[in-house]
T-cell receptor, first 110, second 113 residues
Framework: EDQVTQSPEALRLQEGESSSLNCSYT??????LFWYRQDPGKGPEFLFT???AGEEKEKERLKATLTKKESFLHITAPKPEDSATYLC???????????FGKGTRLSVIA | EAGVAQSPRYKIIEKRQSVAFWCNPI?????LYWYQQILGQGPKLLIQ????????DSQLPKDRFSAERLKGVDSTLKIQPAKLEDSAVYLC???????????FGDGTRLSIL
């Protein structure tokens, strides 16, 4: 059973068309939820860590939020350079492995 | 600050051959991870080191995979013998500690013929 589920699998947006990506998790005792961006042929690039329900973090056009069961990555007025796969991962305690979802492939069309 | 360095970037071998990957983490990072990423999937942890000791290798196929981190700095991951299902990208990541965000290298893309 998947512990981390991301939706949609793929998303195509027009430039400037805001949207949200979802990451739902079934683990209990979450220590942290991580968002990464991955470009083709590259390793994941760290974006955010969220630790508690209600927490929000922002970076440029991206805002990540966390509830007790899911996290959202909101993309406001996206640009073509935001096209990438966005991965979320959960960690149960300080030294346990990250468990990744399968990612959402985002394409932003000019 | 230099990032996580990995080599080679690409490797093509035949099944049953052996292969090795190298990783140099960010300077000062005590924790080092090896992940396997199959096309269309998220990364899956193979092994985690804290300095030169193994913290978690529960998902490492130990009959064919081995890894070491001598001197607590760079690390090598070896596959011997390789199987077709080992075709994937092998990512190395490092962090200051197990609680800090992980920073990834660009990986080694392995193709098994």
């Amino acid at each position: 059973e998947d512990q981390v589920t991301q939706s949609p699998e793929a998303l195509r947006l027009q430039e400037g068309e805001s949207s949200s990506l979802n990451c739902s998790y079934t683990v209990s005792g979450l220590r942290g939820l991580f968002w990464y961006r991955q470009d083709p042929g590259k390793g994941p690039e760290f974006l955010f860590t969220l630790y508690s329900a209600g927490e929000e973090k922002e970076k440029e056009r991206l805002k990540a939020t966390l509830t007790k069961k899911e996290s959202f990555l909101h993309i406001t007025a996206p640009k073509p350079e935001d096209s990438a796969t966005y991965l979320c991962a959960v960690q149960l305690s300080g030294n346990t492995p990250l468990v990744f979802g399968k990612g959402t492939r985002l394409s932003v069309i000019a | 600050e230099a990032g996580v360095a990995q080599s080679p970037r690409y490797k093509i071998i035949e099944k049953r051959q052996s292969v090795a990957f190298w990783c140099n983490p960010i300077s000062g990072h005590a924790t080092l991870y090896w992940y396997q990423q199959i096309l269309g999937q998220g990364p899956k942890l193979l092994i985690q080191f804290q300095n030169n000791g193994v913290v978690d290798d529960s998902q490492l196929p130990k009959d064919r995979f081995s890894a070491e981190r001598l001197k607590g700095v760079d690390s090598t991951l070896k596959i011997q013998p390789a199987k077709l299902e080992d075709s994937a990208v092998y990512l190395c990541a490092s962090s200051l500690s197990g609680e800090q965000p992980q920073h990834f290298g660009d990986g080694t893309r392995l193709s098994i013929l």
